[in-house]
């Protein structure tokens, strides 16, 4: 047992994975497996994994008690069992490595590390039947897979290439002929003498995989990464209802929904991807601000930054789940450049990045764009978007996953690690104290700044500091005033005092951007599944909605007497231990009137567990319309409450 933590050490473990702490106390005190390990295990290998503490309370969040296990091994060999035991778990993940005792401040406790299971084994379910036996993790809590969901992650498991299937009942009449006519001349040009060149239609369609054969049921047709190649948007739809494709440029660096060129399928062009791959690079490469390079004496306009957004491009489009709700989506603004698919990362982002590892969910696709020259070699494509990227000195890219709806997104910006105005801002903002600060505190401030909040995640990806390091750094930050935190555990985000308001990543309002003028009368009625974002990219800020009134998100940033105020309001449930759930509902209401509060004020006001009085209480008010958010997502980390529309908001 070689490994010892303090108590105090598991808040930082918490921010750094995915953390469940559970007793494990068993009726007699000696040790038992929990009930619910197995629901947190199922949980942590469809999502991202994490690590069980067995022998440990958390209790109120974030506060972390050692209790440890009186018989470890009573628990470990419990533990080996039922995971040989396929009525209880279908897929043992766990090596001897995974599970081992540590010492928690003088307490012996079962450490069980969950790795993300590959998609071969997922879904990883309770019992025999995955439709209501699969759970996942979600804000760190155990939540039940819906059948959609399980169907998905089983089509994940058992095609390795989503868009091998051939279609029945669709043919060369659904293709856009423009389309395939401008592919062959880029096939001939990229590949000038060709055998493939010169083949009639059906062949050469063949030969790429757009047209094939299903030899079990015996017939052809179009393959379904044909029809998404070269098809027209309307009858793309028909074999992928969710199918969306979206482009828009912003004219400043900033959050907002107004646009200044977007491209969506409104009937004046084909919708079909291949196209918008052509007319989006085009339209992200056509004003670069990258020097040109010489090779032989001769100008190559085709630079590296060029060939990061193609790279980008391409990656987003063979990646996608086409079954998925969520639309592809490509943003341009004059700082950066952002690009998100449906669906997850069929491998661990950390992976991708390092190369070497590829599992792309739409081969057929993937081979087309090659054999035109998009799209690099097998596992090579990240990579190289990050090196050229570092070749420009630019901040590195954001590469991330969200869980719900699935998606994934990349964001590229165009200024340096370090930029001068950034640092001019912090110096007029702090003066000496910041000045005074060690380099990586420096560099989660600037990162604050330009980025619109800083994380421990993407202070691991900028940084070669340990974990624990970055952890304490944050955590002296926000005591010292310097930072403002939001969120718990793998959630935790980091802002700028002030800075809140303006809080924004490239993808908000992006779904929401008016479609007036641009989509044709018989293509507005879009269902809302094909323009859906996850909640926390587009819910509408404050400052672009009709409210009025001073929004509270911190307790320490509230004067005194409004502090005084709102824990005299308070006092009919804070004075109590239980109450009845109206009381409790009836004073939430009351310190809500006229004005905005954020989860950790009310927590504070009416001395209750925050995770539970939003899971209890607040989530069924807003259900109910007795509550109003400012943001869509319940757990977004800037949300607040109100019981009354208002005009206008100042969050503070």
Not at 92 to 112: C, D, F, H, R
Not at 153 to 166: G, P, Y
Not at 272 to 277: A, H, R
Request: proline share 6%; charged share 25%; with cysteine.
């Amino acid at each position: 047992m070689s490994l010892q933590w303090s108590e105090g050490g598991l808040a930082g473990l918490a921010e750094a994975c995915d953390l469940e702490c559970k007793s494990a106390q068993g009726r007699g005190g000696r040790g038992e497996l929990p009930e619910d390990f197995w629901k947190t295990y199922s949980a942590m290998a469809n999502t991202d994994g994490g690590i069980i503490l067995l022998g440990v309370q958390e209790k109120p969040r974030g506060t972390f008690k050692a209790i440890g296990l009186a018989d470890v091994e009573r628990v470990r060999k419990a533990l080996w069992d039922n995971l040989h035991n396929r009525k209880q778990i279908s897929a043992n993940l766990l090596s001897e490595a995974n599970v081992q005792p540590i010492l928690i401040s003088g307490k012996t406790v079962l450490q069980v590390h969950v790795p993300r299971a590959p998609r071969q084994s997922r879904p990883v379910h309770l019992g025999t039947n995955p439709f209501g036996g699969t759970w996942l993790r979600r804000y760190e809590g155990d939540y039940a897979a819906d059948d959609e969901t399980v169907r998905r992650l089983m089509a994940e498991r058992v095609e390795d290439s989503r868009d091998e299937r051939v279609l029945k009942h669709f043919d060369f009449n659904d293709l856009d002929m423009d389309t395939v006519a401008a592919y062959r001349n880029r096939f001939a040009a990229v590949k000038p003498g060709h055998v493939w060149s010169d083949l009639p239609l059906p062949e050469f369609l063949e030969r790429i995989g757009a047209w094939g054969r299903n030899r079990d049921d015996g017939y052809s047709g179009l393959r379904l990464a044909g029809l998404l190649m070269f098809g027209r948007a309307e009858v793309i739809r028909d074999a992928a209802p969710h199918y969306m494709v979206d482009y828009q440029e912003r004219p400043e660096a900033k959050t907002e929904k107004r646009w200044v060129d977007r491209l969506v399928p409104d009937g004046t062009w084909s919708g079909n991807v291949y196209d918008f791959f052509r007319r989006v690079y085009q339209k992200l490469t056509a004003d670069l601000k990258v020097p040109f390079q010489l090779q032989d004496g001769q100008r190559v306009d085709d630079t590296p930054v060029h060939e990061a957004l193609r790279e980008a491009l391409a990656n987003t489009l063979i990646h996608a789940d086409y079954s998925g709700r969520v639309s592809i989506l490509v943003v341009k603004r004059p700082d950066m450049f952002g690009f998100r698919n449906p669906g997850r990362m069929r491998i661990p982002p950390e992976l991708a990045i390092q190369g070497g590892n590829s599992d792309c969910r739409n081969r057929r696709l993937q081979t087309m764009f090659q054999l035109v020259g998009y799209g690099d070699h097998a596992g090579s494509g990240l990579p190289k978007i990050y090196s050229n990227w570092a070749g420009q000195h630019w901040r590195s890219p954001v590469l991330y996953e969200q869980p719900e709806p699935e998606q994934t997104l990349m964001e590229l910006r165009m200024s340096s690690l370090v930029p001068e105005q950034a640092v001019s801002d912090l110096e007029a903002q702090f003066g000496e104290r910041f000045r005074v600060q060690p380099e990586l505190a420096r560099l989660a401030l600037i990162t604050a700044q330009v980025e619109g909040m800083v994380s421990h995640d993407r202070l691991k990806q900028i940084s070669t500091d340990h974990p624990a390091d970055i952890t304490k750094m944050l955590s002296g930050l926000v005591r010292d005033g310097l930072l403002l935190s939001e969120g718990s555990g793998r959630g935790m985000v980091y802002f700028l005092p002030g800075q809140l308001r303006t809080m924004a990543t490239v993808f908000e309002q992006a779904d929401q951007a008016s479609t007036e003028g641009v989509i044709p009368p018989e293509l507005k009625v879009i269902p809302p599944e094909l323009v859906a974002i996850t909640p926390e990219l587009s819910s509408e800020t404050p400052e672009l909605g009709h409210h009025a009134g001073v929004s509270y998100l911190d307790w320490e940033t509230i004067p005194a007497d409004v502090q005084t105020q709102l824990l005299e309001l308070a006092k009919p449930v804070s004075e109590q231990g239980r109450v009845a759930p109206e009381i409790l509902r009836n004073t939430i209401l009351t310190l809500c009137t006229a004005r905005y509060l954020g989860l950790r004020v009310l927590a504070k006001a009416l001395d209750r567990d925050p995770d539970d009085l939003r899971k209890r209480t607040l989530a069924g008010m807003v259900k109910s319309g007795a509550l109003r958010t400012a943001y869509q997502s319940l757990r977004d980390p800037r949300q607040a409450y109100t019981a009354e529309p208002i005009d206008d908001i100042a969050l503070l």
